[in-house]
């Protein structure tokens, strides 16, 4: 990507059509950059880009016994005070923490200071992992504790490839099952046979072409599970172990079907052609859209145009479009703050209700089999804050029309 920081905003993204054929670098070669942090203690809503919390690296609320808080670690505990990149919005997206006082310091000097019988409070750092703490409990609590009466689906895309739609739907399903203990189907809807069952842990003898094929037969739950991969996460997934014929629309809508009937939550992983069979097929079994994007001007305005094709529809797939949570991704690569700003403006413009930070993560880059366990702590908190996010849209598409079941 080219330097266009000395750029005007809206000159930032003027090639980004040209892009169309780019692809990009192997993200395990380059350098990871540090996330920054943002502090943004006020509460209020201005106009233009929103303002953005970035998940925590893992050592960014260390400090060294007795030493006081550094004003990096002050900003980072202030930050905490608000749930990870949402945009401020209307629909009520953000989830309400509940404060805790802070009592004695437990951690550090201070800690021990107070064991004395001394009446010191906890600092800054300590403070922040509380926080960063409370919120996780938070997110996970209402990741567990949603229910719908039906089946519910999350469809993953951005026509744009390259911007970790496979890993996106892999990580956010296995947060879901590994919070809810299980219950969540990971499916590849893909036009062709994409990097689902290669980035899933296993090796599965059946997949998604044989339950395909087989479909009509698959009448329990024992015999569907023959055609999974069973995650560490407690997700089972559904993709493809070699060549297959081309997916179909009617072959996508019989699938999610059949897994309706054992799951709870069907995440899809979706091609790279929102005008295929395919995804017709898979947008009329969807209930909240997921975009991936990464800092880049392709991804963000083709799934952009992807909204406005969806909205043009009308009916069920503009109200998939006006639930969109869009997922940023970083591959390490560097980046530019007026790209970032742009991103962030574009997407709360295009009316994305969400926009979550993922901070680079190593094993995501290797772009190998993805282990939920893996991940850094800052990355899978990152997910759970999406997880939650997603369930609580999806509580509203269940809440709006509460016995259909969206097969086409």
Known sequence: MSDTGCSAPNDVFGGADRAGDYIEEDAALIAPIQPRLRSNTTGSTTEGPAQIALPLPADA???????????STMAVASDLASTSVLFASPTGLAVASHSTTPGKATAGFRGALARLGLPVGPGAAELGVRRCKELRTTHETTVRQATWTRAVSVLVNNPKGGTGKTPTALLLGGVLAAIRGGSVAILEVSDDPGALNFRAEGNPLLGLGELVRDV?????AGRLAGYTAPQTSFASVIGSTGRRDRLTGESVVAVCNVIDDFYSIRVMDSGNVPTSSAFRGAVSV?????????NAGDSVLEAIQLLEELRAEGGASAELANRAIAIRLTDGRPENDAVREEVERLLSQAGVSALHEIPYDSHIAERGQLTLSRLNPATRDAFVAAAASVVRSLQTAVSAAPTQNRKA
């Open 61 to 71: 609320l260390k400090t060294s016994p007795g030493s006081g808080a550094s004003a």
């Open 216 to 220: 009509d037969q698959v009448a329990t």
């Open 286 to 294: 969807s209930d909240v859209l997921v975009i991936p994007v990464m």
